[in-house]
């Protein structure tokens, strides 16, 4: 790979990392008091996914340590938006599982977020974010199977 090439790269994880500075910044403004975007980053992993996963489980998927999944879960059941269960292949571990108001949660901040939407469409049609979908899978896909080759 020759040094433009790599620039590209960087340049794309450089504009990612921007996009996801700014967009976190869009999403905790219009979550309730008390609430983040990791708090809403595992809510929203949960329903995408599957819920009844254990903390080491999500600790590994937000690669965290297990005490600040611990602390990111503790603040959730606080908040009545998940409830910690016995594991029943393994007793000495708990699984998240969503309560009906943590999914409410999640359809109520993304509603939070439709003004903003709509002000991004005057500027980047839907279409063209549709259309970009597709490529920003492609490499988060890549992006998190190299996660596990490469450290």
Known sequence: MDEQDAGAYFALFNEIGIIEQISRTFLEARLPDGLLASHFGV????IRVADGQTPLVLANAFQVPKTTMTHTLAG???HGLVEMRPNPDDKRSKQVWLTPKGRSFRDETIKRMVPLFQELAQ?????????????????RTSIDALRDRVS
Request: zero cysteines; a negative charge; proline letters at 12%.
């Open 43 to 46: 809510v929203n992993h949960l």
């Open 76 to 78: 959730l059941e606080k």
């Open 123 to 139: 500027d980047i049609p839907p279409d063209r974010i549709a259309a970009l979908l597709p490529l920003l899978q492609e490499v």
